[in-house]
Nanobody
Framework: QVQVVESGGGLVQPGGSLRLSCAAS????????MAWYRQAPGKERELVAS???????NYPESVMGRFTVSRDNAKNMVYLQMNSLKPEDTAVYYC???????????????WGQGTQVTVSL
């Protein structure tokens, strides 16, 4: 089972940028979907970006135009570039790997431990 580890979180001022990284334990070339989620205290988990094996991406309206997900299959890495950050982006960000369509549909992904992103003055 693929394992993922997130990194790159931290404290940033509103309007700033951060790039999160997700390192996978095995080749991600054939992994159906790699996704980024976030969860703020007292709130439900929210999908913030996903990228399919063909490079197709998906974003919710809340981050559209500010966040960009990418994958480097050669390095087994997935990235989340976050620009124009807002205080409401503060959350723990998680990377998830869904090896197959069924895994994605059933929400049976491999998750990392998360990385904290705090947007504040």
């Amino acid at each position: 089972q693929v394992q993922v580890v997130e990194s790159g979180g931290g404290l940033v001022q509103p309007g700033g940028s951060l790039r999160l990284s997700c390192a996978a334990s095995e080749n991600i070339f054939k992994i159906f979907v790699m996704a980024w989620y976030r969860q703020a205290p007292g709130k439900e988990r929210e999908l913030v970006a996903s990228i399919g094996s063909a490079g197709n991406t998906n974003y919710p309206e809340s981050v559209m135009g500010r966040f960009t997900v990418s994958r480097d299959n050669a390095k087994n890495m997935v990235y989340l570039q976050m620009n124009s950050l807002k205080p409401e982006d503060t959350a723990v960000y998680y990377c998830a790997a869904y090896p197959s369509y069924n895994d994605y549909r059933s929400d049976l992904g491999s998750w990392g431990q998360g990385t904290q992103v705090t947007v504040s003055l």
